[in-house]
C-alpha cells in the first residue's frame, strides 16, 4: 500500500452521531457549485468537496497542509433547499462550516449543511446514510484555515 493510499478516508454514517464525525472531517472543505448534484428519481445527493485534511494535524504530524478530493453521498433523501446560494453560479465557491442534523415531527430527517456567509444546503431524508470517499491523491496547499475562538 502506497502513503497515498493509506492517507485516504473511507466512512460510513448511519446515525445522527456520525453525522458529527463526519462533519468534522470536512470542516473547512471548499465545494463548487457546479460539483453538488441532487440525483431526485435515485433520491441521492452527491457532493464533491476539496477537503482539508484535518486528520494529519489532528495526529501532530508536521507534513505541510493537503487538500484531498472527496466524494460524499447520501441516500434516501426526498428533497433539497438550499438558502443565499445562486445556482447558475457554476463556478462560486462554497466554504464548509458544520452539519446539523434533526429528527423531524415526520420521522424523516433534516440534514443541514452550512457555509460561511450564512449559506445552507437543506437535505429532507428519510433516514441517515452517507458515505464519505476520498479520491485520488491529495496535494499541498499553503495555508492552513484558522479559527478564531
Known amino acids: 500500500m502506497s502513503d497515498g493510499e493509506k492517507e485516504k478516508l473511507k466512512l ?3 446515525h445522527q452521531d456520525d453525522l458529527k464525525v463526519i462533519s468534522a472531517y470536512l470542516q ?7 460539483d453538488i448534484i441532487f440525483l431526485e428519481k435515485n433520491k441521492i445527493f452527491i457532493m464533491m468537496v476539496n477537503r482539508f485534511m484535518w486528520e494529519d494535524i489532528e495526529k501532530g504530524i508536521h507534513r505541510s497542509p493537503k ?4 466524494a460524499i453521498r447520501f441516500e434516501g433523501i426526498l428533497k433539497v433547499r438550499s438558502k443565499n ?3 447558475k453560479n457554476k463556478h462560486k465557491n462554497l466554504e464548509f462550516l458544520a452539519i446539523d442534523a434533526n429528527e423531524t415531527l415526520k420521522e424523516n430527517y433534516e440534514i443541514n449543511f452550512l457555509f460561511a456567509g450564512d ?13 464519505l470517499n476520498d479520491l485520488g491523491n491529495s496535494w499541498n496547499v499553503k495555508h492552513t484555515p484558522k479559527h478564531k475562538i
Do not use: W
Open 12 to 14: 460510513l454514517g448511519k
Open 28 to 34: 473547512d472543505s471548499i465545494i463548487t457549485v457546479r
Open 67 to 70: 487538500r484531498i478530493r472527496c
Open 85 to 87: 446560494i445562486n445556482q
Open 119 to 131: 449559506s445552507v444546503i437543506t437535505l429532507i431524508s428519510e433516514y441517515i446514510e452517507v458515505v
